[in-house]
């Protein structure tokens, strides 16, 4: 079945650093890939829309400069939190789909947990 | 924007069956999917309703009735590896986007004991 890859897993940094997380979709093209950040026993918010060769298109009240998304290639799309601050951290977890499993099936990375001191 | 809402946590035993409820408003509705996830996982899919009716795969069975904006998952012959969180989601259509998007409700942690 279809492989969403994220990188780190974890990830802790300094407040004021900028901190990238990859996604990867390993067996298949993705043209879009959703960024989700989720608190502890909380939901999934959807961040943002990434677009392969396009701008990302960001859901209300997420600050583009603050989460800068790149989706350079097919199959690969990056997440950079600039300017992190504790109340970044968070469990920032990728989704794509995949032809195969279909339209209507979301296929996760397992997440990355950034912990900003 | 959307809403959803569904319990926050359900308990049952092993062998039991359980039906957690969605209600949900939102613009823009495409259909409803559930997605299970074990503490600090990836969420995985286990079903998808784009109309009324339900679905079956498996122990699970998903129900969807798009005039009351009303949705359940309906677990059966429940076994310990099920303890985990369900969320429904809407996936949204709209600003000219074929894809659709994803919104989800804040979950429901179901418990199993023996």
């Known amino acids: 079945g279809a492989v969403v890859s994220q990188h780190p897993s974890w990830v802790i940094c300094k407040s004021g650093t900028s901190v990238k997380i990859e996604c990867r979709s390993l067996?298949?093209?993705?043209?879009?890939m959703f960024w989700y950040r989720q608190f502890p026993k909380q939901s999934l918010m959807l961040m943002a829309t990434?677009?392969?060769?396009?701008?990302?298109?960001?859901e209300q009240g997420v600050e583009k400069d603050k989460f800068l998304i790149n989706h350079a290639s097919l199959t690969l799309s990056t997440l950079t939190v600039t300017s992190a601050h504790p109340e970044d951290s968070s469990f920032y977890i990728c989704s794509a789909r995949d032809r195969e499993s279909g339209a209507n099936v979301l296929t996760f990375g397992a997440g990355s947990r950034l912990t900003v001191l | 924007g959307q809403s959803l809402e569904q319990p926050s946590e359900v308990t049952a035993v092993e062998g039991a069956i359980v039906q957690i409820n969605c209600t949900y408003q939102?613009?823009?509705?495409?259909?409803l999917s559930w997605y299970q996830q074990h503490d600090g996982g990836a969420p995985t899919f286990l079903s998808y309703n784009g109309l009324d009716g339900l679905e079956e795969t498996g122990r699970f069975s998903s129900f969807l009735s798009r005039s009351d904006s009303y949705g359940y998952l309906l677990l059966q012959e429940l076994q310990m590896k099920d303890s985990a969180s369900y969320f429904c989601a809407v996936r949204r259509g709209d600003r000219g986007s074929t894809l659709g998007r994803l919104y989800f409700g804040r979950g429901t942690q179901l418990t199993v004991w023996p």
């Open positions: 990434s677009n392969e060769g396009s701008k990302a298109t960001y």
């Open positions: 939102t613009s823009g509705f495409y259909g």
């Open positions: 067996d298949f093209q993705a043209t879009t």
